[in-house]
């Protein structure tokens, strides 16, 4: 079954710009997989930021964005703030109703 | 407003069952396809199932099929997801999240399921 990649952690520095992306074990990310980004930071349900590829959700700031970086989903966090430190996860669709959600990347601001 | 409240949760016994139930307001209930999506402690999140709006088509992760049966009363506008020979891995927090345009565009806060003896 494909795995979908995410790297474990990354730091960015207050007001920095970082990009955290999502791969698959064989082949590459394209639209056709609807991929989407989810927040959640401890003991929280998980906040929607971005479906399909690069549409940003209901209320969530544009320093958020979306899209297809060489063979990977991508999110981009513009002038990161405190607040942004979170666990990010990517989730891709199958195919026949399946979804594999990445193993998420802990973000911390620093 | 959108709100997904899960009930259910709780303490069960290795090989034991247990449903879950989401109650669902503030949108057309049976218009969206609905699913269920689980983190074990200190774990990420992992899709578990997914039903369509109205019922008729169902999808499940290798890991629960054969075990695990989701279903919905759009009448009551509530998700279900009984859960029957439980094991320790299935040790987690359920959330039940709203599909749309192909992702999970609202979710509940969790209800918490542990299998231990």
């Known amino acids: 079954q494909t795995v979908v990649t995410q790297e474990p952690s990354f730091s960015v520095s207050p007001g920095g710009t970082v990009t955290l992306t999502c791969g698959l074990s064989?082949?590459?990310?394209?639209?056709?997989?609807?991929p989407s980004w989810y927040q959640q930071t401890p003991g929280q349900a998980p906040r929607t930021l971005i479906y399909?590829?690069?549409t940003r959700s209901s209320g969530v700031p544009d320093r958020f964005s979306g899209s297809i970086l060489g063979n990977k989903s991508a999110l981009t966090i513009t002038g990161a703030q405190a607040d942004d430190e979170s666990d990010y996860y990517c989730v891709m669709y199958m195919g026949s109703g399946i979804w594999v959600f990445g193993g998420g990347t802990k973000l911390t601001v620093l | 407003e959108v709100q997904l409240l899960e009930s259910g949760g709780g303490l069960v016994q290795p090989g034991g069952s247990l449903r879950l139930s989401c109650t669902a307001s503030g949108f057309t209930f049976s218009t969206f396809a609905m699913s269920w999506v689980r983190q074990a402690p200190g774990k990420g999140l992992e899709w578990v199932s997914t039903?369509?709006?109205?019922?008729?088509?169902?999808y499940y992760a290798d890991s629960v099929k054969g075990r695990f049966t989701i279903s919905r009363d759009n009448s009551r506008n509530t998700l279900y997801l009984q859960m029957n020979s439980l094991r320790a891995e299935d040790t987690a927090v359920y959330y039940c999240?709203?599909?749309?345009?192909?992702?999970?565009?609202?979710w509940g806060q969790g209800t918490l399921v542990t299998v231990s003896s």
């Open positions: 039903i369509s709006g109205g019922g008729g088509s169902t």
């Open positions: 399909n590829t690069i």
């Open positions: 999240a709203k599909g749309r345009q192909q992702h999970f565009d609202s």
């Open positions: 064989s082949g590459s990310v394209s639209t056709s997989y609807y």
